[in-house]
Structure formats: structure tokens, C-alpha cells
């Protein structure tokens, strides 16, 4: 969800502001991704690289998750559809342990819901996702729960934030950069992308249209011919 900054600068607020708009935009595009009855999707809100920003910042970004599950929570104590099931990716060390409980809760108020999968990928790494997997396989070996023989792709795939979840058909970067930045790296072997220069906040339901009428055209060969 990039470019909430420079949206925020663009218009003279902080560029909490801009994370606010996003969050905005975060909570219209989940919602549309459930009327589209996407299996799956993952909106990468905080890596582990952002934890380098400013302190004020950082606090804000917190609190926007934590207001929004709290209000996710509110909604299904009044019965209201929240529409999709919650799931926290990343690594719960060094997170607030209130935000960590809240996706605790979120996730297992929301885990029978049929529909779309919403991952919040929150203090979230590609390559520390695929340490962390490592380190659990490792640790199977030595108790003798597996064998060195038994590790195979599906192995890492299934000790992965995202496990028993399809890996991403399409992944989008707003905001005008063209790098992955450490996000789902594992999972995108064979992703297609989609770059595009509009800002986060101003990212649309027509946005995302657009973008997957642009998948639609492309020739999936997987390595074949
Ligand atoms: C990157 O843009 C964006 C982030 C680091 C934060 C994204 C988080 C949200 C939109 C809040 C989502 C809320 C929920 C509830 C999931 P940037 O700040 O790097 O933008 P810039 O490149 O313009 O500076």
C-alpha cells in the first residue's frame, strides 16, 4: 500500500494523514475484493524494515490497526457482516502485545467465515518468513518428527504465514515503484505483477478492475511452453 506519504506531503499533512487515507482505501478495497469473491488477498501494511521510521509515525500506524480491528470486533458483536476472515502474516516479537491479542481474537471471531481470506501483513518479511520456516523445519528434524528426505517445496509452503492459502495469481504495487521490497517472495514464484503509478489513498475499486483486466491478458506458461 505504497505512497500514503507523498500523498500526505502533496497536500500539506503529515504523512500520518496519508496512512490514514490508506487505511481509508485499505478497508473500501478488502471489502470490494470480498463482493469479488477473491479467495485470497494480502495487503502488506508494515514490514520489518519499517519499524526504521520516525517513532510518531510508527505510533500511528499502530493505532490504525488496532482501530480497525477494534471496530472490525464492534461490528460482529452488533451481528453486522464483517464479509471476510482476518488473518495476521508476520512476526508477532516486538509487536505490541494489545495488537497481537486483538488479531488473535479477530482471527478466531472471523475463522468460519466462508469468503474471502483478508492477511494484514504486519511486521512482516519475505526472507525472515522463509528463516522463521527453516528454523521450524530444523527443529522437527532434530525431535524426529521428519526427515531430511520428507522437506520439499509444499514442506516450506505449508510453515509459511500464508500456509494452506493459494500462492498470489497477481500482485500490485501503487505508488510508482517497480521492486517487491521482501514481500510474499516465496509465494510470487510465479505471480504476475501489476506496477502502477497511482498513489495508495487514491487507489479505487475501478483501480483494481483495471488491474485484473490487465491479468486477464496475460499467457500464464508456468515454465512451460
Ligand atoms: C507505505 O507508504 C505504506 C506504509 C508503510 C503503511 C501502509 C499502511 C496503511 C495504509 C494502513 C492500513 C491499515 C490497516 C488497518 C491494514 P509510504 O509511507 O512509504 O509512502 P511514500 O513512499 O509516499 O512515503
Not at 470490494?32 to 500511528?60: D, H, M, Q
Not at 470486533?73 to 495488537?99: S, V, W, Y
Request: hydrophobic letters at 35%; a negative charge; glycine letters at 8%.
Amino acid at each position: 500500500m505504497d505512497g500514503n506519504g507523498r500523498w500526505a506531503t502533496a497536500r500539506g499533512l503529515e504523512r500520518a494523514q496519508g496512512h490514514k487515507a490508506g487505511a481509508q482505501t485499505f478497508r473500501a478495497i478488502s471489502t470490494y475484493c470480498a463482493k469479488l469473491g477473491i479467495e485470497s488477498v494480502t495487503f502488506y501494511a508494515f514490514s520489518t524494515e519499517n519499524w526504521k521510521r520516525p517513532e510518531n509515525e510508527v505510533n500511528a500506524l499502530m493505532k490504525l490497526f488496532r482501530d480497525f480491528l477494534e471496530e472490525a470486533q464492534e461490528r460482529e458483536k452488533e451481528n453486522e457482516e464483517i464479509g471476510f476472515h482476518i488473518k495476521f502474516a508476520g512476526d508477532t516479537a516486538n509487536m505490541p502485545e494489545e495488537l497481537v491479542n486483538l488479531f488473535e481474537i479477530c482471527e478466531k471471531r472471523s475463522a468460519d467465515k466462508t469468503g474471502t481470506t483478508v492477511n494484514i501483513a504486519v511486521n512482516y518479511g519475505g526472507r525472515a518468513e522463509i528463516t522463521n520456516a527453516a528454523r521450524r523445519i530444523a527443529e522437527k528434524v532434530k525431535n524426529g518428527e521428519m526427515t531430511v528426505d520428507d522437506i520439499d517445496e509444499d514442506t516450506i509452503s505449508s510453515m509459511l504465514y500464508t500456509a494452506g492459502q493459494p500462492d498470489p495469481d497477481l500482485i500490485i504495487r501503487p505508488g510508482g515503484e517497480s521492486r517487491i521490497s521482501n514481500f510474499l517472495i516465496w509465494q510470487s514464484a510465479y505471480s504476475e505483477f501489476y506496477f502502477t503509478d497511482i498513489l495508495w489513498p487514491d487507489f479505487t475499486e475501478d483501480d483494481l478492475d483495471r488491474a485484473i483486466i490487465d491479468f486477464c491478458s496475460r499467457n500464464r506458461r508456468f515454465g512451460a511452453v
